[in-house]
């Protein structure tokens, strides 16, 4: 009994120091692009107006401006959002970059990961067409989510943006 009492205490310590510990970076959640036929100015007002986002984005509910400012750096919204094992809830994001036709930044308060989503517009390789590239990162910089919950969030937030690129191209395209 006491060897397994030794290695509980071990196994906590070491968890522990993990928790503490942290990598120099937001770690990298995903990483995806998508081809569009229209142009960047159409590609990024589209992504650009939070009230679209429950049209391809799943689980994405309604979506409340906090003020009446301009859409720009600074401005925050909350979206309904409905996530697995815990259910609906309500998420606070805010614009950290906002430039027009090609560029859209914003973080999330949701707990779990703490993501900064970071959309890049630019032009395709043929003309009229647009690419947008879609990138997630943790603010969660632990070595231990790093180890444990970052791996499972990868694999769920790959399928999860595979079918909202998806949704965006068959809706938009």
Known sequence: MEIIAVIGVIFVSICAMLS???VDYDPLIVD???VLARTQKQVFYYVADFHNHKKWIGGIGKTEELDDSLM???KQFYQMVETPFVGETKQQL???QYTPTSKLVYNSNMEFLKPR???EITPGNKPGQTRLTWKTYS???SYLFCMTILPV?????NANLRTTLF???TLIH
């Open 94 to 96: 805010e614009i950290l």
């Open 117 to 119: 989503m970071e959309l």
């Open 167 to 169: 949704n965006l191209r």
């Open 72 to 74: 720009g750096e600074g």
């Open 32 to 34: 995806k692009s998508v």
């Open 153 to 157: 969030s990868k694999y769920f937030s």
């Open 139 to 141: 603010r969660r910089r």
């Open 20 to 22: 503490q510990l942290e």
